[in-house]
Each structure stands twice: as structure tokens, then as C-alpha cells.
């Protein structure tokens, strides 16, 4: 960034983080900003389900934030719920993946590119990728075998993209946000299982890639 050196020089604290927030803006620049195709999904399989501008951030990470946590959701409703509050101007919050019991269908809200208000803590929104798993967290028997697999090789691919070590430390749960008050995934979610399931991922081939985007819009019957 060639702006800001000197001028920063004698600024406060406060002061100079504004700067430094301000500095993070610089792909606002025409040419600097990453290319968008509309309906391009970040995992390949997903489908592309938008949610409302409202529910997220522009940015254009990892060029202005580092990606280094993803973080693990579980819904407290349907698959189908989730879409619906995520296209909600008013619910304030939204993840970037969704996961379906059922069969293990990822629905993509929310570029990679950009932050979610997922996590209760700005930094770590600014930090992390969102993954929400259709269920209860008192109900084990929502989180499937299937589920557990999709969610797995989604965490891996975005792990292997971004860099992210697998392991606990960077793929948490949503209780584990500092100053959070959210419970999930809940004592439920198996953490062991899920995080070899990861490992195993990761050492996986690469899947042939769907030809095109994904694009497309949930059908309320493919709630689980």
C-alpha cells in the first residue's frame, strides 16, 4: 500500500487503526478487485443460493483479510430454514455454507471473497469461513454419516485453498468464539470423527469439476 506510510507517523491508537481499516479497502480501486462471476460457487458441487446483502460484507479476502479458521455451525431447524433467514434482510447473519442432513447437499450463501456475519465476533468473521449443518444440537441423529462426509471434504478443500492447518485450533465450533453465547455444534457433534474425516479429505484426490457454475435455488421438499 503506497498510502498512509508517513502520514500515519504521530497518529493515536484509535486513529491509527482507523487507517489501518481504511487501507484494507485499497482493491476498492478499479482493477484491483478479484473477478465475480455470478452463481460461481467456491467448493465444486455446491449450489449457489444467495443470501441477502444485508446478512454479509464485501471484502476481498484473503488479499485484505487472512482466511485462517473455519467454523462450525448447526442450524436449530432445516436446511431449508436456514436458506430462508439467510435471504432475510432483517436477520442480520448468515454463513457462508449450508450443509443438508439428509444427503449431505451443500448450498453456497456467500463468497469465500467476503465476510459473514456468522460468528458474533467481528475479527473472527473477518478471519474465518462459516460452515451451518442442518439440525438440532440435542438430536444426534440429525448429523448423518453423509453429512458428516460433505461437510468433511468441504472443510478440507477450503482448508487446502486458504492454507489452514486441520486441526482443532482452526477448525472450532461456534461456542468456541470468544464472547459468543451460542452453544453449537453442541455435545453431539463428534470432533474426533470429524476431524479425521478432514484429514482423510485432504489426502484425497481431486474431483473431476462440474462443467459451468452451479446456480440454482432450494425447493422447499429438499428440507431435511
Known sequence: MLLGGAAAVGLGAGAYAAWDE????????PGNEKPRTPGAVDHRGAEW??????NWRRADRPSDYTI???VI????????????VFRDPDHGAATHYVVRSRDGHIAQCIRELDV???????SYNERSIGIEHEGWVDRPGGFTDVMYESSARL?????????????????????????????????HWDWDRYIRLVRVAST??????PTGPATGS???SGSG
Request: hydrophobic share 35%.
Open 22 to 29: 481504511l487501507s484494507r479497502w485499497w482493491w476498492r480501486v
Open 49 to 54: 443460493v444467495a443470501a441477502d446483502g444485508e
Open 68 to 70: 485462517d479458521r473455519v
Open 73 to 84: 455451525h448447526v442450524v436449530q431447524g432445516s436446511y431449508a430454514v436456514a436458506l430462508k
Open 116 to 122: 459473514a456475519f456468522h460468528a458474533g465476533n467481528r
Open 155 to 187: 472443510t478440507a478443500d477450503i482448508c487446502k485453498r486458504h492454507g489452514i492447518p486441520v486441526d482443532r485450533e482452526h477448525i472450532v465450533g461456534h461456542h468456541e468464539v470468544p464472547g459468543t453465547d451460542h452453544t453449537d455444534p453442541g455435545p
Open 204 to 209: 484425497a484426490p481431486p474431483t473431476p469439476s
Open 218 to 220: 432450494p425447493s422447499p
